[in-house]
């Protein structure tokens, strides 16, 4: 008893406190993955007593009474319509598919800082303490943090690009870590780090093009008396970046102490029960379930009705029974072997041990929530990071990836097989899994110490990257290389020009007649 006392007095003193503090947190994209988890983590700092503000376009169910919403006006439509497309454009070229997004990501932008919600915000008196912002190209709202006089913390829905790196001064080695859209896993072999070094520079480009001018544009008009540019606000205002990753996901690589990795922090660490149907019909099937979802944004009933087909033909001959988000009323089948719903509680249904694999599109929350709960996956990738997700979940042996292109009954019966009739796939990823979940902390708490370190530390300015006050050819050493190698050149150039300078004299002095030689040797 005594011992149990003790440790709860240590644990009471041991706690580091932080008073509760005005938070506000920006998430703009219309993506319900993105939102998920960025309400997941103001949700949390809510319940721990901070006061939170949360700008996006969705509402949180039962919020806690200190949770506040500030609606984005976006269009939805124009959203849908782009998510409509992507089954069709799975055969566009990245440079396509990337000159697509940041024409979204600077609509969305605009659509965040014009709403009048929004608006009204930024002319109230209110105060905030911390500014928790979703990076996602979207800079010109670094301006909320500097308009209220407040450290910024970013968070990303998926990995790590150049665009975020740089915010914080983190080293991004194109050697071993490639471009998340170009679809390389790692190690990549000369030509492919070739093309990921030619690919970053098209779409450093793309972005002084299309997205960095906008996006400047966008913060003067909404923050007219900004005393920093955009430009210093990107060297200089970011405290910290809460990184959606783990390098137990994908591969290890370099970060600055204020980069923080915090993948799986949206995973259910206590199960929920499951509804009665569902759990009634994973139990009652007799040779376990297939999991079919292709997240929250893509619709299945797009993807046309000969790939549907083909689905169906090769469920039919496997003996697991599959439950299948589906997004309309289409399907009508045999319940006793499919069970079709528009939603479901994909990380508890994972985490129930008659699961035996999932089918997913390869984004990274879904990758995240099978390895935490160790289900094999097959993926059918389509856009985003989802094609470097399955080449690493390939290359690592828990996953197989089919092409939507060509996604036919042969292809699919051919990965089915596979992954359900061989052990290895199971066997690795519940290796994974060991490894996601052996960290000290849950992470969560990891990401809730951090926020509340920042908010300790008045915006933990001693956490910066001296690296950020540097210019280009300062921080990659361009001035000494060149200082170095022109001391070379003098140095080896002098000697040479010595030798040259004597032989010359040496060329030039008259030789001895035989007259004058006569009259020496008299």
């Not at 519940?430 to 902390?441: A, E, F, T, Y």
């Not at 950020?468 to 300062?474: D, G, K, T, V």
């Amino acid at each position: 008893m005594s011992f149990l006392v003790l440790l709860v007095v240590l644990s009471i003193f041991g706690t580091r406190h932080t008073d509760a503090a005005r938070i506000l947190g920006v998430f703009p994209t219309p993506s319900k993955s993105h939102w998920i988890l960025g309400s997941a983590l103001l949700k949390e700092l809510a319940l721990d007593g901070h006061e939170v503000t949360d700008v996006s376009p969705f509402k949180l169910s039962k919020p806690p009474a200190n949770y506040h919403h500030v609606e984005i006006e976006t269009d939805h439509e124009f959203f849908n319509q782009k998510i409509e497309q992507l089954f069709a454009d799975t055969d566009k070229s990245q440079v396509r598919k990337m000159v697509e997004m940041y024409t979204a990501v600077n609509y969305f932008s605009n659509s965040t800082l014009s709403s009048p919600a929004v608006k009204k915000l930024l002319q109230s008196n209110q105060k905030f303490d911390l500014v928790i912002l979703e990076i996602f190209l979207d800079h010109a709202l670094l301006g909320f943090a500097e308009h209220f006089g407040c450290p910024v913390i970013g968070t990303t829905t998926h990995g790590v690009l150049e665009w975020i790196n740089s915010l914080v001064g983190t080293p991004q080695p194109l050697s071993y870590v490639p471009h998340v859209h170009i679809g390389f896993s790692n190690p990549m072999n000369f030509w492919q780090r070739l093309a990921n070094v030619l690919f970053t520079a098209i779409d450093e480009t793309l972005l002084s093009v299309l997205v960095h001018p906008e996006q400047d544009r966008l913060y003067r008009k909404a923050f007219p008396n900004a005393k920093r540019s955009l430009a210093e606000m990107k060297r200089n205002a970011v405290s910290l970046i809460l990184v959606n990753n783990h390098f137990s996901l994908s591969y290890p690589r370099p970060y600055v102490p204020n980069m923080i990795e915090i993948g799986g922090f949206h995973v259910n660490r206590k199960v929920n029960q499951l509804p009665e149907n569902i759990g009634s019909f994973i139990e009652n099937s007799t040779n376990g379930v297939i999991y079919f979802s292709m997240g929250s944004n893509l619709k299945p009933s797009q993807m046309g009705e000969e790939k549907r087909q083909a689905l169906l033909n090769a469920f039919s001959k496997v003996k697991q029974n599959i439950i299948w988000k589906w997004d309309d009323e289409s399907m009508n089948l045999d319940p006793s072997k499919y069970f079709i719903a528009k939603w479901l509680p994909q990380d508890d249904i994972l985490a129930h041990p008659n699961v035996k694999l999932f089918i997913t599109h390869g984004g990274l929350l879904s990758c995240t929530e099978s390895i935490h709960h160790g289900k094999p996956i097959i993926g059918i990738p389509i856009f985003g990071d989802q094609q470097m997700n399955m080449n690493q979940a390939e290359n690592a042996g828990w996953g197989v990836a089919v092409k939507f292109t060509d996604l036919n009954e042969e292809t699919i019966s051919n990965a089915l097989n596979e992954v359900l009739n061989n052990d290895k796939y199971t066997k690795t990823v519940q290796v994974i899994s060991k490894r996601l979940r052996d960290q000290p902390l849950p992470p969560m708490d990891l990401a809730k110490y951090w926020v509340n370190y920042v908010l300790r530390h008045d915006g933990a300015e001693h956490l910066k990257s001296p690296g950020q006050q540097l210019s280009f050819i300062q921080y990659n050493n361009i001035d000494v290389y060149l200082f170095i190698m022109a001391l070379v050149i003098v140095l080896m150039a002098l000697p040479i020009k010595v030798f040259r300078n004597l032989c010359c004299k040496n060329r030039k002095r008259p030789s001895k007649t035989k007259k004058e030689t006569k009259s020496k040797i008299n």
